[in-house]
């Protein structure tokens, strides 16, 4: 079964420090890893996926994750945060439901991201 | 941009009263998507649809039931509200046909309350 584990629930940062939220996964099959971003009171929005090639992916806003097939992980990364970056991000891992071909994400708890001044 | 509409942002309501969460999308998506979030947990996907007059139950089970008859619109009602429904409810389509690799765009979601 699909199970995705994010290790922080909260990460407090200064502006323009460097960030990593961190994100675990487990699959017997193959997989498809996305980032969200949900912004308060508004809905998710994709930051970035991993369908195949390059294992480092780009994304909007400046960030980026690196899929790491050994460890499991899809770890996300910014350089140097904002203010506008404070937000709730979410981790998923996709498969295809078998009979109707529909696509299932599996979620994790989410990283709630405070950028401090 | 990616437009998918729903109504109520909010909802207070009795315990017993019958709700509609209205969901809409404008992109023409065949697949949709009625996820429950609680605060500081995961999204759960409760209900999903390939297309019109398809509807299949999630992974987490609900009360709730769904109907697709237009493929722009995919409301969720509630028979018998109560206060364990308490929730954020988002709905979701998706736009490509390889499944597993879609991007699913999201709207703001519904904050049901129950009393």
């Known amino acids: 079964a699909q199970s995705v584990t994010q290790l922080d629930s909260q990460v407090p940062v200064f502006e323009e420090a460097p960030v990593e939220l961190r994100c675990n996964y487990s699959?017997?099959?193959?997989?498809?890893l996305f980032w969200y971003v949900q912004y308060p009171n508004q809905g998710l929005q994709l930051l970035l996926k991993?369908?195949?090639?390059?294992?480092l992916v780009k994304g909007i806003n400046g960030f980026e994750a690196e899929f790491n097939k050994s460890q499991t992980s899809f770890h996300l990364r910014k350089p140097s945060v904002h203010i506008s970056d404070t937000a709730e991000y979410f981790c998923?891992?996709?498969?295809?439901?078998?009979?109707?071909?529909?696509?299932?994400?599996?979620f994790g708890q989410g990283t709630r991201l405070t950028i401090n001044p | 941009e990616a437009d998918i509409y729903q109504t109520p942002r909010y909802l207070v309501i009795g315990t017993g009263k019958k709700i509609t969460l209205e969901c809409s999308q404008t992109?023409?998506?065949?697949?949709m998507y009625w996820y429950q979030q609680d605060p500081g947990m995961e999204l759960h996907l409760i209900h999903y649809?390939?297309?019109?007059?398809?509807?299949e139950k999630g992974d987490l089970s609900s009360e709730s039931t769904v109907s697709r008859i237009r493929t722009e619109h995919f409301p969720l009602t509630l028979e018998s509200a109560r206060p364990s429904h308490t929730s954020q409810y988002l709905c979701?389509?998706?736009?490509?046909?390889?499944?597993?690799?879609?991007?699913?765009?999201f709207g703001p979601g519904t904050r049901l309350t129950v009393l």
């Open positions: 699959s017997s099959v193959s997989v498809y």
């Open positions: 991993y369908l195949s090639g390059s294992t």
């Open positions: 998923a891992v996709s498969f295809t439901h078998i009979i109707q071909g529909a696509q299932k994400l599996v």
């Open positions: 992109m023409g998506h065949d697949k």
């Open positions: 979701a389509s998706s736009d490509a046909p390889g499944a597993s690799t879609d991007t699913q765009y």
């Open positions: 649809s390939y297309g019109v007059n398809s509807t």
